[in-house]
């Protein structure tokens, strides 16, 4: 099915016509359409142009007025202020538009013009170490921007660009050789858990032996120089690691909900075949020059502590390769092989003047072009509730498992406490536990701007009330239990009717829904649409308090236009939770 115009355009296309009629040379300018408490929306762009034209912006405003046509979409239009245009719509046209949404699974949501290919990079965890709260970020708010472009029709390519290359491989790698039990599993079915234990333990030991047996350090030193070489037995010991770990990833990006595909997993390795080429290309056309033997980026805008100008390292002194090497490797690839339109990369904040150097350097050197956009979004530290960085009473980084499970555990009592009333069996309390806990956390993440930091408190998470998901998913589950009292009813959509208040309050808000998501695609901003949502469910309580649906029953034709008013916003619930990477249980 095709898309359905919003309400919002309809009138802003009949207000620039008349516009473009009345002042000639006005021609294409945008009536700046809002929402408005005055009115349904309010038009603020005829004082600019009226001014620019040497015109009277009221008089203006009135010959506008009188080119507009009323009765269908626009019940009433007048004249406010210096030059406000005060625009009501019809209860029919309300009723209408959204009948139009309902008969399309897409909601009526265009599907983008000309669409490119984004390639985003999040949720990368380093290999042989544990996944910690600092990982959280990146992972939920890539996965919602990845479902949110998918949804407007942009082609994604996802990428995981885990920590798998380094010297600490050197040690690990010389350690296993030596001893070489100590990843064996005790039976087929490996749990993350296990996994991860082995690692922990591995590591630990490894890196007692290097701190105090001096030839064993020696013969680590000599394995990176193997693993960098490509000797074969090294690269074999380095993939059980790299395997190893993604047992482990795979069982919390499980416990997140997230689907991780072993493709879309390119580390820092997957590009070490360019690195000496990226290098060469630098230096050959001059972007990057030799500085005390390392290769280097400089910028004007850059500068160290002492006035010095601070480079991008892409090379070091001793041959090896910094992180800029990787990274603008990775960009050639995905510009070039994977034809990216955009790239975004998911990273912390305190990462912005890397990236920022790596991408001027990218454009200079041509790979990065007005065609071709990078952007960093950059997300602020998970706090705890005093405000600092979180971390546990010993003062360590918060094991991301543990967190998660602590979430599930809250959210399942707080289930449980309803269980009853709603009639749910054992298991269905430990699925909706699930289902309400990881919302929880995604939504206490997504919910906020991603540039900002965030106080983690389970506490305000799993409540019932405010700005949780938990909120919305009693909302979504309220409707369902509505739709199943309702008996013989079913919903229709009826125009002829007269709204009440909260009926067009709610209507012209679900109306939203589709110029809301093209907002938080362009703008890489999920915490849009986590608080249309929030908003969604607190005009559908107004309505559901002010507008009785079932009990006490109403004339039929009334309930079942407010029964549709319900089910699409259930289903506008449903699919704007679903982008967030967040379930909506039928019964809660």
Same mark, same amino acid.
């Given at each position: 099915?095709?898309?359905?115009?919003?309400?919002?355009?309809?009138?802003?296309?009949?207000?620039?016509?008349?516009?473009?009629?009345?002042?000639?040379?006005?021609?294409? /300018?945008?009536?700046?359409?809002?929402?408005?408490?005055?009115?349904?929306?309010?038009?603020?762009?005829?004082?600019?142009?009226?001014?620019?034209?040497?015109?009277?912006?009221?008089?203006? #405003? +009135?010959?506008?007025?009188?080119?507009?046509?009323?009765?269908?979409?626009?019940?009433?239009?007048?004249?406010? $202020?210096?030059?406000?245009?005060?625009?009501?719509?019809?209860?029919? #046209?309300?009723?209408?538009?959204?009948?139009?949404?309902?008969?399309?699974?897409?909601? *009526?949501?265009?599907? &983008?013009?000309?669409?490119?290919?984004?390639?985003?990079?999040?949720?990368?965890?380093?290999?042989?170490?544990?996944?910690?709260?600092?990982?959280?970020?990146?992972?939920?708010?890539? =996965?919602?921007?990845? %479902?949110?472009? %998918?949804?407007? *029709?942009?082609?994604?390519?996802?990428?995981?660009?885990?920590?798998?290359?380094?010297?600490?491989?050197?040690?690990?790698?010389?350690?296993?050789?030596?001893?070489?039990?100590?990843?064996?599993?005790?039976?087929?079915?490996?749990?993350?858990?296990?996994?991860?234990?082995?690692?922990?333990?591995?590591?630990? #030991?490894?890196?007692?032996?290097?701190?105090?047996?001096?030839?064993?350090?020696?013969?680590?030193?000599?394995?990176?120089?193997?693993?960098?070489?490509?000797?074969?037995?090294?690269?074999?010991?380095?993939?059980?690691?790299?395997?190893?770990?993604?047992?482990?990833?795979?069982?919390?990006?499980?416990?997140?909900?997230?689907?991780?595909?072993?493709?879309?997993?390119? $580390?820092?390795?997957?590009?070490?075949?360019?690195?000496? %080429?990226?290098?060469?290309?630098?230096?050959?056309?001059?972007?990057?020059?030799?500085?005390?033997?390392?290769?280097?980026?400089?910028?004007?805008?850059?500068?160290?502590?002492?006035?010095?100008?601070?480079?991008?390292?892409?090379?070091?002194?001793?041959?090896?390769?910094?992180?800029?090497?990787?990274?603008?490797?990775?960009?050639?690839?995905?510009?070039?092989?994977?034809?990216?339109?955009?790239?975004?990369?998911?990273?912390?904040?305190?990462?912005?003047?890397?990236?920022?150097?790596?991408?001027?350097? #990218?454009?200079? /050197?041509?790979?990065?072009?007005?065609?071709?956009?990078?952007?960093?979004?950059?997300?602020?530290?998970?706090?705890?509730?005093?405000?600092?960085?979180?971390?546990?009473?010993?003062?360590? +980084?918060?094991?991301?498992?543990?967190?998660?499970?602590?979430?599930?555990?809250?959210?399942?009592?707080?289930?449980?406490?309803?269980?009853?009333?709603?009639?749910?069996?054992?298991?269905?309390?430990?699925?909706?536990?699930?289902?309400?806990?990881?919302?929880?956390?995604?939504?206490?993440?997504?919910?906020? @701007? &991603? =540039?900002?930091?965030?106080?983690?408190?389970?506490?305000?998470?799993?409540?019932?009330?405010?700005?949780?998901?938990?909120?919305?998913?009693? &909302?979504?589950?309220?409707?369902?239990?509505?739709?199943?009292?309702? *008996?013989?009813?079913?919903?229709? =959509?009826?125009? %002829?009717?007269?709204?009440?208040?909260?009926?067009?309050?709610? $209507?012209?808000?679900?109306?939203?829904?589709?110029?809301?998501?093209?907002?938080?695609?362009?703008?890489?901003?999920?915490?849009?649409?986590?608080?249309?949502?929030?908003?969604? @469910?607190?005009?559908?309580?107004?309505?559901?308090?002010?507008?009785?649906?079932?009990?006490?029953?109403?004339?039929?034709?009334? $309930?079942?236009?407010?029964?549709?008013?319900?089910?699409?916003?259930?289903?506008?619930?449903?699919?704007?939770?679903?982008?967030?990477?967040?379930?909506?249980?039928?019964?809660?």
């Amino acid at each position: 099915m095709a898309s359905v115009p919003s309400l919002a355009s309809s009138v802003n296309q009949r207000v620039a016509d008349a516009l473009a009629s009345a002042l000639p040379e006005a021609g294409g /300018a945008d009536p700046l359409l809002r929402r408005s408490d005055r009115a349904d929306f309010q038009a603020n762009g005829i004082l600019a142009l009226a001014k620019k034209a040497k015109a009277n912006p009221r008089e203006l #405003a +009135t010959t506008v007025v009188e080119g507009i046509p009323t009765g269908d979409l626009i019940q009433e239009i007048e004249v406010s $202020g210096p030059g406000f245009l005060n625009i009501t719509i019809t209860d029919r #046209a309300i009723i209408e538009t959204l009948a139009a949404r309902a008969l399309d699974d897409r909601l *009526g949501v265009p599907l &983008a013009q000309n669409p490119g290919t984004t390639v985003i990079d999040y949720a990368q965890p380093n290999v042989a170490k544990e996944m910690h709260v600092g990982h959280l970020r990146s992972a939920v708010i890539g =996965a919602a921007m990845v %479902e949110i472009l %998918e949804f407007t *029709g942009q082609k994604v390519v996802r990428r995981h660009h885990i920590g798998d290359w380094g010297t600490q491989f050197g040690m690990l790698i010389q350690y296993l050789l030596e001893h070489p039990h100590e990843l064996d599993h005790k039976s087929d079915e490996v749990s993350g858990e296990e996994a991860m234990s082995n690692l922990n333990r591995l590591y630990k #030991a490894s890196r007692a032996l290097f701190d105090s047996d001096e030839e064993f350090k020696t013969r680590a030193r000599a394995r990176v120089v193997d693993l960098q070489a490509g000797e074969p037995e090294t690269l074999e010991l380095w993939q059980r690691f790299v395997d190893e770990s993604k047992i482990y990833f795979y069982s919390v990006f499980n416990k997140l909900d997230m689907d991780i595909q072993d493709p879309d997993v390119v $580390g820092e390795s997957g590009y070490n075949d360019m690195l000496v %080429e990226t290098c060469k290309l630098l230096e050959e056309s001059g972007v990057a020059v030799r500085s005390n033997g390392a290769l280097c980026v400089f910028f004007d805008d850059v500068k160290g502590p002492d006035g010095n100008p601070t480079p991008l390292i892409v090379q070091k002194s001793d041959g090896g390769f910094g992180y800029a090497a990787t990274d603008l490797s990775a960009i050639r690839d995905r510009v070039g092989n994977l034809d990216a339109t955009e790239l975004i990369y998911v990273v912390d904040a305190r990462q912005s003047l890397h990236f920022k150097m790596v991408f001027e350097t #990218a454009r200079r /050197a041509g790979w990065l072009s007005d065609e071709v956009k990078a952007v960093q979004l950059a997300f602020g530290t998970v706090l705890g509730k005093d405000g600092k960085p979180f971390k546990t009473r010993e003062g360590e +980084t918060v094991r991301l498992v543990d967190l998660l499970d602590e979430a599930v555990e809250r959210a399942t009592a707080v289930v449980r406490e309803k269980a009853a009333k709603v009639g749910l069996t054992e298991a269905e309390i430990v699925e909706n536990g699930q289902y309400v806990g990881i919302g929880a956390v995604k939504y206490a993440d997504l919910s906020t @701007s &991603a =540039a900002r930091d965030y106080k983690f408190d389970l506490d305000q998470m799993v409540s019932l009330n405010g700005d949780t998901s938990v909120y919305l998913q009693y &909302a979504y589950a309220r409707i369902k239990s509505i739709l199943r009292n309702a *008996g013989e009813r079913k919903p229709a =959509a009826h125009p %002829e009717l007269e709204l009440a208040p909260a009926e067009r309050a709610l $209507g012209l808000h679900l109306d939203q829904f589709g110029e809301l998501i093209a907002e938080a695609a362009a703008e890489h901003a999920p915490h849009k649409l986590a608080a249309y949502l929030y908003q969604l @469910s607190s005009l559908f309580t107004t309505f559901y308090d002010q507008c009785p649906v079932v009990k006490p029953e109403p004339e039929l034709v009334v $309930g079942e236009n407010r029964l549709f008013l319900c089910d699409l916003t259930a289903r506008t619930l449903s699919k704007g939770m679903s982008l967030l990477g967040i379930r909506t249980p039928e019964k809660l």
